[in-house]
C-alpha cells in the first residue's frame, strides 16, 4: 500500500526541515530503516530513515526546498501501484508510464540546459539567478551555490562551463580546490584585486546573489528575538586576575602537551565548581515554577559556518579539567560538522561564550531561554594594575554574566561572580575537592 513519507520532528526545536540531499531517486526501491534523505534541522544535518517497503515513486520536495513538520515530501508505493489519490491529497499530477519514463532519461542536474538568461523568473527552482554589474545575469545551480556557500568561493569571480555560462557543481569544486589553505593562527587579510576604473564610466548598483535562511539560522533569529525582548535581562562584570591560572595552563600543558588545555576549559571547569556553591544561579525558568539542577550542564557556544550552537558538558562539576578539555574538543569538532545529536546541545542549565580568542575584550551575551544566565569571556591579555600598592603587569580578563531577573536577583549573580572570581584566581581549589 502507496504511504507519504511526511518531513519529520528531528529535534525537540524543529519545527520545519530543509532537504539537504535525496539520497534514492525516483524508481529506486526502498527497504525499511534504510536513509531516504538528508534533512537540515535547526541544529544539525540528520538522516530521515524510511519507515516502509516499496519503491520511491514520488518526490515532492526538491534538494535546498523547506516543508514544515508532518508535510508530505515523498510518497513510497508499489512500482505498478496507483498513487493518484495521494498525488492529489498532496496537490501533485499523477505521473503516467509515459512521463516517467521521459523523466528517467532526463540528464543529471548540472548538465539541463539553462533557461535564457532574459526570461529567467525572480522566483526559479532551475537555477539562482544572480544580477551583475552591466545589468546581466549570472546562473547558478542550486547545488553549485549551496557548495559555494559552504566553501566560501565568491560566484561573481567565476565563469560558469555550463550550458549558457552556468555555474555548476565542477566549478566550485575546481574553485575551492585552488584556493588557499589558511595558515592557523590570526586571518590573513586577502589583498585586494581592484579593477581599472575608466574615467566617466558610471556603474550601477552592486550584484549580489540571495540564498534561504539555513534552518540553524531561521531559528536563532527566532530563539534572539523571544529572548532580549521577553526576559528582562541584566548584565555584571567583573575583572579578574588570569596570572595563576595562566601558570596552571602552561604547567599542565608541559606535562600533557597531547591535551592542550585552553583557557576556555578551565573557565567551564570553575564556572561548574561556582554553580554547585549558588542553586540559583544554576537554574532555569519555567512559566509557573524555577527548575534547580543537581549538576552543572554547561552549554559552550560554538561558532560554526551556519550559525552559534551550544554542545553541553554534562555533570562538568564532576569531571576533571583533562576530561572536559578532551570533551569540549571532540563536541565542537562534530558541532562544526553538523553531527551532534540533539541530546548533545539541550537541555544546558548555564552556558558561557568566550570571545577571547578574537581579541574581544568585553561584550555581552544574549541569554538561551530557558537558562537563567549565560557568562560572556573575553581576551586574557597582560595589562597594568596596583597590586601591593606597586603597579605590575598581569594577566586580566574580563567577564560579563547576563542573567534572567525573574530567575537571578543583582545579589545573587554579584555573589556568584565574586565565588567564579575567587576561584579563578586560586585554581588550586579545584583540586583540592575533587
Given at each position: 500500500?502507496?504511504?507519504q513519507?511526511?518531513m519529520p520532528?528531528?529535534?525537540?526545536?524543529?519545527?520545519?526541515?530543509?532537504?539537504t540531499?535525496?539520497?534514492?531517486?525516483?524508481?529506486?526501491?526502498?527497504?525499511?530503516?534504510?536513509?531516504?534523505?538528508?534533512?537540515d534541522?535547526?541544529?544539525?544535518?540528520?538522516?530521515?530513515?524510511?519507515?516502509?517497503?516499496?519503491?520511491?515513486?514520488k518526490?515532492l520536495?526538491?534538494?535546498?526546498?523547506?516543508?514544515?513538520?508532518?508535510?508530505?515530501?515523498?510518497?513510497?508505493?508499489?512500482?505498478?501501484?496507483?498513487?493518484?489519490s495521494?498525488?492529489k491529497?498532496?496537490?501533485?499530477?499523477?505521473?503516467?508510464?509515459?512521463?516517467?519514463?521521459?523523466?528517467?532519461?532526463q540528464?543529471?542536474?548540472?548538465?539541463?540546459?539553462?533557461?535564457?538568461?532574459t526570461?529567467?523568473?525572480?522566483?526559479?527552482?532551475?537555477?539562482?539567478?544572480?544580477?551583475?554589474?552591466?545589468?546581466?545575469?549570472?546562473?547558478?545551480?542550486?547545488?553549485?551555490?549551496?557548495?559555494?556557500?559552504?566553501?566560501?568561493?565568491?560566484?561573481?569571480?567565476?565563469?560558469?562551463?555550463?550550458?549558457?555560462?552556468?555555474?555548476?557543481?565542477?566549478?566550485?569544486?575546481?574553485a575551492?580546490?585552488?584556493?588557499?589553505?589558511?595558515?592557523?593562527?590570526?586571518?590573513?587579510?586577502?589583498?585586494?584585486a581592484?579593477?581599472?576604473?575608466a574615467p566617466?564610466v558610471v556603474?550601477?548598483?552592486?550584484?549580489?546573489?540571495e540564498?534561504?535562511?539555513?534552518?540553524?539560522?531561521?531559528?536563532?533569529?527566532?530563539?534572539?528575538?523571544?529572548s532580549?525582548?521577553?526576559?528582562?535581562h541584566?548584565?555584571l562584570?567583573?575583572?579578574?586576575?588570569?596570572?595563576?591560572?595562566?601558570?596552571?595552563?602552561?604547567?599542565?600543558?608541559?606535562?600533557?602537551p597531547e591535551v592542550?588545555?585552553?583557557?576556555?576549559?578551565?573557565?567551564?571547569?570553575?564556572a561548574?565548581?561556582?554553580l554547585?556553591?549558588?542553586?540559583?544561579?544554576?537554574?532555569?525558568?519555567?512559566?509557573?515554577?524555577?527548575?534547580?539542577?543537581?549538576?552543572?550542564d554547561?552549554g559552550?557556544a560554538?561558532?560554526?559556518?551556519?550559525?552559534?550552537?551550544?554542545?553541553?558538558?554534562?555533570?562538568?562539576?564532576?569531571?576533571s579539567?583533562?576530561?572536559?578539555?578532551?570533551?569540549?574538543?571532540?563536541?565542537?569538532?562534530?558541532?562544526?560538522?553538523?553531527?551532534?545529536k540533539?541530546?548533545?546541545?539541550?537541555?544546558a542549565?548555564?552556558?558561557?561564550?568566550?570571545?577571547?580568542?578574537?581579541?574581544?575584550?568585553?561584550?555581552?551575551?544574549?541569554?538561551?531561554p530557558?537558562?537563567?544566565?549565560?557568562?560572556?569571556v573575553?581576551?586574557?591579555?597582560?595589562?597594568?594594575?596596583v597590586?601591593d600598592g606597586?603597579?605590575?603587569?598581569?594577566?586580566?580578563?574580563?567577564?560579563?554574566m547576563?542573567?534572567?531577573h525573574?530567575?537571578?536577583?543583582?545579589?545573587?549573580?554579584?555573589q556568584?561572580?565574586?565565588?567564579?572570581?575567587?576561584i579563578?584566581?586560586?585554581?588550586?581549589?579545584?583540586?583540592?575537592?575533587?
Amino acid at each position: 500500500m502507496a504511504t507519504q513519507v511526511v518531513m519529520p520532528k528531528l529535534s525537540p526545536t524543529m519545527e520545519e526541515g530543509q532537504l539537504t540531499r535525496w539520497l534514492k531517486k525516483e524508481g529506486d526501491k526502498v527497504a525499511m530503516g534504510e536513509p531516504l534523505a538528508e534533512i537540515d534541522t535547526d541544529k544539525a544535518t540528520m538522516e530521515m530513515q524510511a519507515l516502509s517497503n516499496g519503491v520511491l515513486r514520488k518526490i515532492l520536495i526538491g534538494e535546498g526546498e523547506s516543508a514544515p513538520l508532518g508535510q508530505p515530501i515523498a510518497i513510497i508505493g508499489e512500482p505498478d501501484e496507483d498513487i493518484s489519490s495521494l498525488l492529489k491529497a498532496t496537490g501533485e499530477k499523477a505521473p503516467t508510464a509515459k512521463s516517467e519514463a521521459k523523466e528517467a532519461e532526463q540528464p543529471p542536474e548540472d548538465a539541463k540546459p539553462a533557461p535564457p538568461q532574459t526570461s529567467a523568473p525572480a522566483g526559479e527552482s532551475e537555477a539562482a539567478v544572480q544580477p551583475s554589474r552591466d545589468g546581466g545575469r549570472q546562473l547558478v545551480s542550486p547545488i553549485a551555490a549551496r557548495m559555494a556557500a559552504d566553501a566560501g568561493v565568491n560566484l561573481s569571480l567565476l565563469k560558469g562551463s555550463g550550458p549558457g555560462g552556468r555555474i555548476v557543481k565542477r566549478d566550485i569544486e575546481a574553485a575551492a580546490g585552488a584556493k588557499e589553505t589558511p595558515a592557523k593562527g590570526a586571518p590573513r587579510l586577502k589583498p585586494i584585486a581592484a579593477a581599472p576604473h575608466a574615467p566617466g564610466v558610471v556603474y550601477g548598483p552592486s550584484s549580489y546573489r540571495e540564498e534561504p535562511l539555513s534552518q540553524m539560522r531561521r531559528t536563532i533569529a527566532r530563539r534572539l528575538v523571544t529572548s532580549l525582548g521577553p526576559v528582562p535581562h541584566f548584565f555584571l562584570t567583573r575583572e579578574i586576575d588570569m596570572e595563576r591560572a595562566a601558570d596552571m595552563r602552561a604547567s599542565i600543558n608541559e606535562l600533557y602537551p597531547e591535551v592542550k588545555l585552553s583557557v576556555n576549559d578551565i573557565v567551564i571547569k570553575v564556572a561548574a565548581a561556582a554553580l554547585l556553591q549558588h542553586a540559583q544561579v544554576n537554574a532555569s525558568f519555567q512559566d509557573k515554577t524555577v527548575r534547580y539542577y543537581e549538576h552543572a550542564d554547561v552549554g559552550v557556544a560554538v561558532a560554526t559556518d551556519n550559525g552559534l550552537i551550544t554542545p553541553v558538558v554534562r555533570s562538568a562539576d564532576l569531571k576533571s579539567l583533562l576530561e572536559i578539555a578532551g570533551e569540549v574538543r571532540e563536541l565542537a569538532a562534530r558541532a562544526r560538522a553538523r553531527k551532534l545529536k540533539p541530546e548533545e546541545y539541550t537541555g544546558a542549565s548555564f552556558s558561557i561564550s568566550n570571545l577571547g580568542m578574537f581579541g574581544i575584550d568585553e561584550f555581552t551575551a544574549v541569554i538561551n531561554p530557558p537558562e537563567g544566565a549565560i557568562l560572556a569571556v573575553g581576551a586574557m591579555a597582560p595589562k597594568p594594575v596596583v597590586n601591593d600598592g606597586q603597579i605590575v603587569i598581569r594577566q586580566t580578563m574580563r567577564v560579563t554574566m547576563s542573567c534572567d531577573h525573574r530567575v537571578i536577583d543583582g545579589a545573587t549573580g554579584a555573589q556568584f561572580l565574586q565565588t567564579f572570581k575567587q576561584i579563578l584566581e586560586n585554581p588550586l581549589y579545584l583540586f583540592l575537592n575533587q
